[in-house]
């Protein structure tokens, strides 16, 4: 049984593939740095909602077979270590390439020889190379591969299995022993370089940012007309297979889209035009909403009502959520605002039944199943169809 360690492992990335591992026969170790997190874990209690891991968290807690620690000496044990550690973008937009490194000197005296090292978060181009070279600079022979995770909130316990994992590997022998780790759980194998596997995380991310935005500039130019887009991409997407990957519009947010697309931006030495446009228009929409509500209704003796502040339906994770730009913006403009959510944790939110009794207006942040079946009684804003009733504001 091999012993593995997730660094970064009570996250949204880290712990969910720890414990399918675990589930799959390794004995796992999730080495973190929130007490609180590793508390619940080894509770038997995820700290996140994600579907289907709370019988699979539990199980292997049961068996023996994983634990939550803030010990960094589990490193020593393990003959491989998957790094859950991506690439940031500071306020300026900027990536930080060197921080998985400020991670590594941290560890610094935990490695040994001969462990195999799994990059597994987002990484800017070259962060691979980088890591080999440290890892070289400081006297340790290890194996480096770049196995970028692929799922989506929510749905870890079913594409983990379900999802091709990608290899970046330098050498056939460090492929080898990257490829019979992800076979504990994947279905296929992709091999590549990892300066491939880093492209091509970031293209992926990207590739759905710019999606979003183009669907969302739609969304702002026939609502400018007059026109319901919902309507339109309705009648263009239907038995229609050129368009059928059309989304409908909304809030494009998260901890990764946007900070991959500057992260290909800062890459490409700031000419990837089509990426800063599609980051305006994603981030400039909920003001576009705001207008659009304003030219109907004076917000400024009004109370109004944000429903749904998680980055999309769901899910309990609030971080980048335009929900949040939303409320900032409406602070400014409104007598009052209210948020809620079912799901998020967050002492300035509200009960659903209490902000939609004082709201003057509701606009709808995330389309969260639950409000399809609310009778609302005062002006409803909602540029994601909940209703049925088309988007057009």
Same mark, same amino acid.
């Given at each position: 049984m091999e012993n593995l360690v997730v660094v970064g492992g009570c996250?949204?990335?880290?712990?969910?593939?720890?414990? #399918?591992?675990?589930?799959?026969?390794?004995? #796992? !170790?999730?080495? *973190?740095?929130? +007490?609180? !997190?590793?508390?619940?874990?080894?509770?038997? #209690?995820?700290?996140?909602?994600?579907?289907?891991?709370? +019988?699979?968290?539990? $199980?292997?807690?049961?068996?023996d077979v994983f634990q939550a620690t803030s010990d960094k000496m589990c490193i020593t044990e393990a003959e491989t270590v998957v790094v859950v550690v991506g690439t940031p973008v500071d306020e300026h937009l900027n990536p930080d390439p060197e921080a998985i490194i400020h991670v590594l000197e941290e560890l610094k005296s935990y490695f040994k020889e001969g462990q195999l090292i799994v990059l597994r978060s987002t990484v800017y181009p070259g962060v691979t190379r980088r890591v080999e070279n440290w890892f070289e600079q400081n006297g340790v022979g290890v194996s480096v591969a770049f196995c970028p995770e692929r799922i989506a909130e929510g749905k870890a316990m079913e594409e983990l299995y379900s999802l091709p994992q990608i290899i970046g590997a330098r050498d056939e022998s460090t492929s080898s022993r990257a490829s019979a780790l992800f076979t504990n759980i994947a279905h296929s194998i992709v091999y590549c370089s990892p300066e491939e596997a880093e492209l091509a995380k970031l293209f992926t991310n990207v590739w759905r940012y710019i999606k979003f935005a183009a669907v969302?500039?739609? /969304?702002?130019?026939?609502?400018? %007309?007059?026109?319901?887009?919902?309507? #339109? $991409?309705?009648?263009? =997407?239907?038995? /229609?297979? $050129?368009?059928?990957?059309?989304?409908? %519009?909304?809030?494009? %947010?998260? &901890?990764?889209?946007?900070?991959? =697309?500057?992260?290909?931006?800062a890459f490409s030495n700031n000419t990837f035009a089509l990426g800063h446009a599609a980051m305006l228009v994603n +981030?400039?929409?909920?003001? /576009?909403?705001? +207008?659009?509500?304003? !030219?109907?209704?004076?917000?400024?003796? !009004? =109370?109004?009502?944000?429903?749904?502040?998680?980055?999309? &339906?769901?899910?309990? *994770?609030e971080r980048s959520s335009l929900s949040y730009k939303l409320r900032k913006l409406l602070l400014f403009r409104a007598g009052e605002v209210l948020c809620s959510d079912p799901f998020v944790k967050d002492q300035r939110l509200v009960p659903l039944e209490t902000a939609i009794e004082r709201a003057d207006i509701i606009i709808i942040g995330t389309p969260h199943f639950q409000y399809r079946a609310l009778d609302f009684k005062v002006p409803v804003f909602d540029v994601w169809n909940m209703s049925g009733e088309g988007v057009l504001l």
């Open positions: 996250g949204h990335v880290g712990l969910p593939l720890a414990i #399918v591992l675990a589930d799959s026969g390794l004995r #796992v !170790k999730s080495l *973190d740095i929130d +007490e609180s !997190k590793i508390s619940l874990v080894n509770s038997g #209690v995820m700290p996140f909602m994600e579907y289907g891991s709370d +019988e699979v968290l539990k $199980r292997v807690r049961e068996k969302n500039q739609f /969304y702002m130019m026939a609502n400018d %007309a007059g026109i319901d887009f919902e309507n #339109v $991409r309705q009648a263009l =997407t239907q038995d /229609y297979p $050129r368009a059928q990957d059309m989304p409908s %519009a909304g809030f494009s %947010a998260g &901890p990764c889209l946007f900070k991959d =697309t500057m992260q290909l931006g +981030e400039g929409l909920p003001l /576009y909403v705001i +207008e659009q509500v304003e !030219k109907q209704i004076n917000l400024k003796d !009004k =109370t109004v009502a944000i429903l749904g502040m998680a980055f999309k &339906p769901e899910v309990d *994770d």
